[in-house]
């Protein structure tokens, strides 16, 4: 198949504006709490903390196509305070099917776990499905991967310090194999590289 100059062109054009969020336009497009229906956490409460990890988890449970995502994380908030008696929903934030990067948790409040780490310095970040069962998609990852040089670059994180949950407990397969295998081969840690040299030479 020949393309035309023209139609090369734009789909050049496309593929480069699909790129072209800056980092801080990355934290603009981030859906703040209430914009989903959700409800400040109590700062008396909060633990405080400063960032000096990025780390991925997955929600563990299928994530129907369909779901609402607003809803989903409405009904996150209100188990996570009223059966797990939490702060507020556990991570920081939380991607969806098309990659959208919805707010949880305040990023200065450290976050909760099931498990035997302790999260405090941890920007936690959820992406929804059981990727035991299934895989994720593209939209999925390159969400990861603008968050994560995002947070990288705000709060000066080494690339080292970019993994997930099971790296710091042994009681969980979280962030589920078919994720996990983007992080053990050192994907997100090379796409956040490139991110930031990027950012850093102003040719996104
Ligand atoms: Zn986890």
Redesign the pocket.
């Known amino acids: 198949m020949t393309i035309r100059p023209a139609l090369a062109f734009s789909l050049l054009l496309a593929a480069t504006t699909a790129f072209a969020q800056t980092l801080p336009e990355v934290e603009r497009s981030i859906v703040p709490v209430a914009a989903w229906g959700g409800t400040p956490a109590d700062p008396a409460q909060a633990h405080r903390q400063a960032i000096t990890h990025i780390?991925?988890?997955?929600q563990?449970e299928p994530f129907r196509p369909g779901t609402d995502p607003r809803q989903y994380l409405r009904n996150l908030q209100t188990w996570s305070r009223n059966t797990k008696h939490w702060l507020d929903i556990p991570y920081h934030y939380i991607i969806d099917l098309d990659g959208n990067i919805y707010e949880g948790r305040k990023i200065d409040f450290a976050g909760d776990?099931n498990?035997e780490y302790d999260p405090t310095g941890h920007a936690?970040i959820?992406v929804v499905g059981n990727f035991e069962e299934v895989e994720p998609n593209q939209q999925q990852l390159d969400a990861v991967v603008r968050l994560m040089a995002m947070l990288a670059h705000k709060y000066d994180v080494p690339l080292d310090h970019i993994a997930?949950?099971?790296d710091f407990?042994t009681q969980?397969v979280?962030?589920g194999a078919n994720l996990y295998r983007y992080v053990q081969d050192g994907y997100f840690r090379h796409k956040v590289a490139l991110r930031l040299a990027q950012e850093q030479a102003g040719t996104r």
Do not use: V
Request: glycine share 6%; net charge neutral; charged share 10%.
């Open positions: 780390t991925l988890h997955h563990g776990t498990t936690l959820e997930s949950h099971r407990s969980t979280c962030p």
